[in-house]
């Protein structure tokens, strides 16, 4: 299986060649580009997730997913844990819908990885924790995070635990190296 650095590396690439291929945006969408021509990363600059954001990173998500041949829902929400998007790809799980959900949610929640959570409710700082009332202790949820802010959080179901935190590390990743 591709570490996180490489899935994230094949992703930026991808959406990359997508990107180029869509009509330019400019500073006046928020979308800032270095002049320099060796420089090709476009960051985006935003106070909060918006709907293109959240598009980009579940696309992210999409393409980490088909790299390892799984089929998932995703799941990305505000700084509140308002859902802003939910991505299901083609002949995934209908039960993924509320799993990815309820990851986003408890990411953002608890401002900390879904599978992190999980083990700090097993004796850690969240000991007692269970799940109910939109917390899911699994892998598969990331707080989507800035330099000292959360912006949101993404949710993937569809895979095993180990699948749907790769998968979510990656996007959550993307996120961290796209938009600043």
Do not use: W
Request: net charge neutral.
């Amino acid at each position: 299986m591709k570490t996180i650095e490489e899935l994230v590396s094949e992703v930026a690439k991808n959406l990359g060649a997508q990107k180029a291929q869509e009509k330019p945006r400019t500073a006046q969408n928020n979308i800032v580009s270095p002049k320099s021509e060796e420089k090709t990363v476009t960051y985006m600059k935003s106070e909060k997730i918006t709907l293109d954001i959240a598009k980009e990173v579940a696309q992210a998500a999409q393409l980490a997913a088909e790299e390892i041949g799984v089929k998932i829902v995703v799941s990305v929400c505000d700084e509140g844990a308002n859902l802003i998007l939910l991505h299901a790809m083609d002949d995934s799980y209908i039960a993924s819908v509320r799993a990815s959900q309820d990851k986003a949610y408890t990411a953002v929640a608890l401002k900390m990885p879904t599978h992190e959570a999980l083990r700090e409710s097993r004796g850690g700082a969240l000991d007692g924790l269970t799940n109910g009332n939109g917390i899911l202790l699994l892998g598969g949820g990331f707080p989507l995070k800035g330099a000292d802010k959360i912006y949101g959080g993404i949710g993937v179901s569809g895979g095993t635990k180990d699948e749907d935190t790769l998968i979510a590390a990656v996007a959550a990743r993307y996120f961290n190296t796209r938009f600043k």
